[in-house]
């Protein structure tokens, strides 16, 4: 059973914290993204990688950090620099020949 | 992206009716072009995707016309079903970059 899963679909984050969100693909993809989406808005990129052991800032990165040390892995940590992490973040993956990024189910941060 | 003229945020469609959905996209080195479909609470699907290249599109019930003298793309539902009850987004993606733009969807609700 081929696909992106991501862990945990919920999650809690306390004053100061800082928290990582899993995503690991099957599918042989070699590129790997991170948004985040706000409730009625569209999806704004944090981060990317095109290649194990290297990634790129999107258009929101403070406040984030990623880490790509495995192919079919990207977890992405939530600082306590980001002062505003309550949103739902969505992984997704594609190759390089293929345009289309196909999307994991998501992960709901919530801030206690 | 969506300009405020194009894009309507909320359509509302009797079943068995056709659905049109509208994007205006901004630039207009974008190449290719996906909607996807997103049920409440889940990541984003792949419905279609369009090249540059073309101007129409059909797959299983839908249908993507691409019009780049306007850059304008819509998604063309046919007999809508309450399954079809989801917010839809555009994508583009500008030649040669791996980062894809998207629009801030359009909810499309299914009347029985």
């Known amino acids: 059973d081929g696909g992106i899963t991501q862990s945990p679909k919920y999650l809690f984050r306390k004053e100061g914290q800082n928290v990582t969100l899993s995503c690991e693909q099957n599918?042989?993809?070699?590129?790997m993204y991170w948004y985040r989406q706000d409730p009625g808005q569209g999806l704004r990129l944090i981060y990317y990688?095109?290649?194990?052991?290297?990634?790129q800032k999107g258009d929101i990165a403070e406040g984030y950090s990623v880490s790509r040390e495995k192919k079919e892995s990207f977890p992405l940590t939530v600082t306590s620099a980001q002062k505003n992490p309550t949103a739902f973040y969505l992984c997704a993956s594609s190759t390089v020949s293929q345009e289309t990024q196909y999307f994991g189910p998501g992960t709901r941060l919530l801030v206690l | 992206g969506e300009s405020v003229g194009l894009h309507l945020p909320t359509l509302s469609v009797q079943e068995g009716d056709n659905s049109i959905i509208n994007c205006a996209y901004s630039n207009s080195a974008s190449d290719y072009f996906i909607w996807y479909k997103q049920e409440s609470g889940k990541g984003p699907q792949f419905i279609i995707d369009?090249?540059?290249?073309?101007d129409k599109r059909q797959g299983q019930r839908v249908t993507v016309l691409l019009n780049k003298t306007v850059k304008h793309l819509s998604l063309q539902i046919a007999a809508t079903q309450p399954g079809d009850s989801a917010v839809y987004f555009c994508a583009e993606r500008i030649i040669n970059d791996y980062k894809l733009s998207f629009g801030a969807g359009t909810t499309v609700t299914v009347r029985a």
């Open positions: 369009i090249r540059s290249n073309m």
């Open positions: 990688s095109q290649i194990v052991n290297d990634f």
């Open positions: 599918l042989n993809h070699d590129a």
